[in-house]
């Protein structure tokens, strides 16, 4: 069978890869998925869909969708249960550790170093990222919409889903909108029935309501232990969990719950966070990173203690959840009831990848035609040219710097 028989397949058997394997496709990507958690979708569909058929397109919709559903840093979580798919728990830490650790890295030192990102050199290099943010949605839409919305019913869910989005920006609307979409499946929508052929994941019902049992544990007890001890680096650990708990539609929901935590409470000056803010929009993996940022000025005697500590935390509680739903909706997708949720689920992950190119992601960043311009001929290189999205990254990063200072 070749690679795209398997591609249009409806199921794709996990298979044992090294970690190492996984951690180094998880580092590359670490490196140099830009464009926030939308974008790091289209990457991971991509790298784990496309070209090394690790998931089939349902399978990815699948975990994608739980994602969406669940609070915490979405893009996070689907590379966490990749990695665990594909070599077991190792597989996940890998996949996980490898994707955070550049951007991590980068904003730990920057915040030892607080330069302000700041002047037309700065800006247009984060323009350009900005730009092939764009081109990688765009082409995760035509490619998502292809096999997730085959037929006008799901089509014009899409639309809808994508319309609500764009009308209504409130915090919960995603969650909403997957739940209408779920409604409309059930009402409208034919099951899937070749998703009876679930999948396997090495994670048991015993380990489900463990890692349940430690989520509702933690959330409890960090800000009791913060009341009685006073210890500023369970201050750290409590302030950043019960972020990563509460935060529902993935990096940029985190910010301004990041925002009220630290800067409303005086851990962190205004000024600073921003800066922060403009390094974490400069990076590449995930927008939870930030944490490494704020966790070093929470704790300035050891910066690297509360940079590790507020990563830990801010993702922990999203990986708890994802181990503790995933083996009741392995269940639940046996279901003809739950195959027809699933559906329009499906077409309303489309109508998010939507409303998210229209939205915060094309609206913040075409201004021109030259913009317009330089994202067309970015999708081109990927999209008709199947070319790397690294490319399409330093492409647009250097037109952006020339157009500049032309």
Known sequence: MTKEEINKASYVAPNNASVLEVFYLFLKLGLSAFGGPVAHVAYFRKEFVERRAWLADAQFSQLFALCQVLPGPASSQLGFLIGLNRSGLMGAIAAFTAFTLPSALLLFFFALAVPMLDGPLAEALIHGLKLSAVAIVSDALLSMSRGL?????????????????????????QLIVLGLGAAYGFAFCKPLTFLSQSYSMAISRSTALLALSVFVFLFILLPVAVMFSGINLLQVAAVFYQSGSLVFGGGHVVLPLLQQATVDSAYIDSSVFMAGYGATQAMPGPMFSFASFLGAYMQPNLPWLGALTALIFVFLPGFLLVVAVFPFWQQLIEHQVATKCLAGLNATVVGILLAALLGPIASSTLFSFYDLGLAATALIFIRGLKLSPLLSVAFCV?????????
Do not use: G, H
């Open 398 to 406: 250097l037109a952006s710097v020339i157009l500049t200072f032309l």
């Open 149 to 173: 919305c085959p037929d006008k019913r799901r089509k014009l869910l899409a639309l809808m889903a994508a319309a609500l989005l764009l009308t209504f920006n409130w915090p919960f609307m």
